[in-house]
């Protein structure tokens, strides 16, 4: 498993780095010391697992966990001292959550787990968005299957087992998980803004802020959506906006 580190303290690295070499099929490729190199580093090397601290300069971990593109994806492990960020880590659907000073035990498990997580996506059918659903989502019915289509689709929202298609007519149920739509659908007409939620960004009509640096979207339905903290900045980038606005 190649493994790219990213903290911006030295001692954090150097304590990685050493219980990582205790494990003879884990290749540590790089590191990196702020979130903007982290995402470079990412792009250009594609490693199979990136050891994340959260609290860093300029982006924290989360908000790098958010902007790293869905094509090539890698498994996410955060380090961090505060267990305060555990419920946001697993928003992004990190593979696990490890608390300062890394115990070699715990970090073992992490590797494992990351590895795991790997396998599992690594068996199913590699296919682009085009060809997992063209320009539309095939949903079962009582009566046979019934073709939505991509641009009809204003949000989708997690239901358990399935997620609601809603579009401005009806809403539709399909069986098929949040992590499953992320890497087939076409994320230039849909936006994750939550770990339970995707939305068109044209049919967003209104950005109200909610304090605490959060806000919510209103649809040009008048459906109001919550932006999960960990998308904050990807969803107000994408809308035009700026940290500042």
């Not at 790293?68 to 492990?77: K, S, T």
């Not at 358990?160 to 659908?185: C, K, Q, W």
């Amino acid at each position: 498993m190649r493994v790219l580190l990213v903290d911006d303290e030295p001692a954090a690295l150097e304590r990685l780095q050493a219980l990582l070499a205790q494990l003879a099929d884990v290749t540590v490729i790089g590191s990196a010391p702020d979130g903007s190199s982290a995402l470079k580093a990412i792009e250009a090397d594609r490693p199979d697992l990136v050891l994340l601290d959260i609290q860093m300069p300029e982006l924290n971990g989360l908000t790098v966990a958010a902007k790293i593109p869905v094509a090539h994806r890698p498994e996410i492990v955060f380090v961090t001292a505060f267990e305060m960020y555990a419920p946001d880590a697993f928003e992004v659907e990190a593979a696990d959550y490890l608390l300062k000073p890394v115990r070699f035990d715990r970090l073992r498990q992490a590797i494992e787990r990351a590895r795991l997580r790997q396998m599992l996506r690594s068996q199913l059918t590699l296919i682009t968005p085009a060809e997992a659903h063209g320009d539309g989502i095939w949903v079962q019915t009582r009566h046979g299957h019934v073709r939505v289509l991509l641009l009809e689709i204003d949000w989708i929202e997690a239901a358990g087992d399935y997620v609601m298609l809603h579009t401005a007519t009806r809403s539709h149920m399909h069986r098929t998980t949040m992590s499953a739509l992320e890497r087939t659908l076409d994320d230039s007409r849909l936006m994750r803004v939550h770990r339970s939620t995707f939305v068109a960004p044209d049919r967003v009509r209104e950005v109200r802020r909610t304090g605490r640096g959060l806000a919510s979207l209103v649809l040009i339905d008048g459906v109001v959506v919550q932006v999960g903290p960990t998308y904050h900045t990807a969803v107000m980038e994408r809308l035009g906006f700026s940290d500042a606005d």
